[in-house]
């Protein structure tokens, strides 16, 4: 995965690629390279080539022209380039909003929404990996991707998803009940309810020990005395499949 920065202004790329080598050791599985320019020739350049970025961090207040008439250039030749605007105004967050842009962030960076930023747009570039999962929460709907998924906890009518790289994303107030908040995750051959709180993804079991599910996290579920022999059986379904 490529991502290319454009600011005229050394110091602020240099501090964007600190953020970025910064989240990069935080998220182990993430792996990206950088490019670096400052003007907008230099990507211009790399986008008639047909030489694109995933994803695009642009400042908008540059010498030679502005981020948005960048951007804009961007998403015409390449639709579905993901923009992120990081500048020192925020006169322009209509113009961004036009562009499409998936997030416009203010100079001097915030570590955390910079870091959320980059969350978010890596889910959209997720999406086009395999089936997700949306997950309804304070800053919107938030695409996760099965494969990511190692369990998901229902608790006072909210969900908390946990993920192999050891996140989280908690859900808003949910009105529904959990079985049907996790409808469409079931469908998926990997995942099975053990516990009226709990869904696990079948790829991320560690083992069965009696009436709990050791993850490869290391967490234990709980397994409803109910469902004990439909787990086991289901389980050693699953593990027989994989080996088919």
Known sequence: MKIAICDDSIKDIQNIVQLLEEYKGLHKETEFEVERFTD??????KVQQKEFADI???DILMSDTTGIDLGSYIRKVRPKSIIIYITSSDDYALDAYEVQAVRYLLKPIDKSKFFEALTYALSIIDVKKGPVYLVKTKEGLVPILHSKIEYIESYSRMLEVHLTDGRQIKSIFLRKAFEEEVGALAEDRAFMQVHKSFLVNMDCIK???????IMES???IPISRKNAAHVKREYL???AEQYR
């Open 40 to 45: 907008a020739g230099g990507i211009k350049d």
């Open 56 to 58: 695009y961090i642009l």
């Open 207 to 213: 083992r069965l020990d009696g009436s709990s599910v």
């Open 218 to 220: 290391g967490v234990s």
């Open 237 to 239: 379904l699953f593990v």
